[in-house]
């Protein structure tokens, strides 16, 4: 394979070419496509702040090598929703109070969707479980907590 | 660095035959943590996500277990699976993250060879076979045998492990592990029991340079068990300090040497009392 491959992201293709074959996906959803909303930190999977969805699965972004994620379909919190049009759990995580210094919680809002997309009602230890992967150092989590609890509560309305 | 994206088992052959030294990667959550930190810079990668008949696993005319190396821990949590080895269920929720048991494989495990990995107490107890293939040949070779050392298998350059196979395990089975927290934790202990009546099995890892079987506990174990005797809380603890004997750890930055002594200890006692219990 020549050094130049395609990613599908949130629907539309991206040549990346002229790009270091060893690369994470996070760095070039960052760095080569401008795609910010993913954070990074730990670069190890510890932090869960770089989680995307590969072919439907949360993951962390850092610890895909980008070019392997040819022909997968990834999606990032860009995709999850916007300023104007917030997702549900977005929006819960604003009126809860979820939201500190912000970095974590891209990561935490595509957790947070993979776990009700799973399971539409989850026990406090199932949430527990799912944001295992997922460090916060601001809130504590009850706010966290708090917000997939409304989500959880709109959604079955 | 070049990479080829397998597609099939024939795919990666090829690419390994070719180059024989690349770096097989499967779900990354050990290479990319080395690659991202600039410790290993491969010069081929063969990729092997999309695999499909890597991630399959199946159940075996003669009741043994066929898992493919590519099958996400995810996917060993629930299921048909976790119905049939549920002390591989309960290894597997003891993974890191959701995100990290999204990617993470038995296959990754074996390859590694890390003696933290969290499956191989598990393949060790249950006596699972690994299957290597080639471009050219293929062949089965027992976990105990695989796994020579700390990060030290025998795969062959060329060679890629399409799976394992484990035994039928009649009777009760079960893992525990000892870390700092219950989610995104390197085992500083962990162990797998399988028993059948008195016959007991006891795997052990994080606790020498490879996984590690304890031959005098369950020797003692059976003994302890003849005729159908239930252990007593002396019996437990007493298993649980022979097996400790026949581990070998280390003082790292996890954990002391005594410390995980003392945990393989309790968590063996643990998990044969817990064998009685369901």
Redesign the interface.
């Known amino acids: 394979?020549a050094e130049h491959y395609t990613l599908r992201v949130n629907g539309a293709s991206h040549d990346v070419r002229d790009a270091?074959?060893?690369e994470?996906l996070l760095y070039v959803l960052r760095e080569r496509l401008g795609l910010y909303g993913t954070k990074g930190a730990c670069?190890?999977?510890?932090c869960?702040s770089c989680?995307v969805f590969?072919d439907g699965?949360?993951?962390?972004s850092?610890?895909?090598?980008a070019?392997?994620?040819?022909?997968?379909d990834v999606t990032t919190i860009e995709h999850i929703g916007s300023d104007d049009e917030p997702s549900d759990v977005q929006r819960a995580f604003v009126e809860q109070g979820g939201v500190q210094c912000g970095f974590c919680t891209p990561g935490l809002v595509m957790?947070v969707h993979?776990?009700l997309d799973a399971n539409p009602s989850p026990t406090r230890p199932e949430i527990r479980?799912?944001i295992?992967?997922?460090l916060c150092r601001c809130t504590g989590y009850g706010r966290i907590f708090e917000a997939v609890d409304a989500a959880i509560r709109e959604r079955g309305a | 660095m070049t990479i080829v994206n397998a597609r099939t088992i024939d795919d990666a052959l090829a690419a390994l035959a070719e180059r024989p030294d690349s770096l097989l990667l499967q779900g990354g959550t050990d290479s990319m943590v080395q690659m991202n930190f600039g410790r290993l810079d491969p010069r081929a990668v063969v990729s092997l996500r999309g695999i499909r008949e890597l991630r399959e696993w199946r159940a075996l005319p003669d009741g043994s277990t066929f898992i493919g190396s590519g099958l996400p821990y995810a996917s060993m949590e629930k299921g048909g699976l976790a119905a049939r080895l549920p002390a591989l269920a309960e290894a597997a929720r003891t993974v890191g993250s959701p995100q990290i048991r999204a990617a993470g494989t038995l296959g990754g495990n074996l390859g590694t060879a890390s003696p933290a990995g969290d499956g191989l107490p598990v393949l060790r107890a249950l006596d699972a076979t690994v299957h290597l293939r080639s471009a050219t040949s293929s062949r089965d070779v027992p976990v105990a045998e695989f796994l020579v050392g700390v990060k030290r298998t025998l795969r062959a350059p060329g060679e890629l492990i399409v799976g394992v196979t484990v035994p039928p395990a009649p009777g009760w089975q079960g893992y525990a592990k000892v870390g700092v927290r219950n989610a995104m934790v390197i085992a500083i202990a962990s162990a797998c029991l399988a028993r059948d009546g008195s016959a007991v099995r006891l795997a052990l890892g994080a606790v020498a340079p490879t996984v590690v079987r304890c031959p005098a506990a369950e020797r003692a174990a059976a003994a302890m068990l003849a005729g159908g005797r239930r252990p007593s809380r002396d019996d437990a603890r007493e298993f649980g300090r022979i097996a400790s004997s026949e581990c070998s750890p280390i003082s790292d930055h996890r954990s002391t040497a005594a410390y995980r002594t003392h945990a393989v200890a309790v968590v063996a006692a643990r998990l044969l009392e817990r064998s009685f219990h369901g």
């Open positions: 394979m270091w074959l060893g994470s670069e190890q999977g510890e869960g989680t590969l699965a949360a993951v962390c850092c610890l895909v090598l070019a392997s994620a040819e022909g997968c957790a993979a776990l479980e799912a295992s992967g997922n």
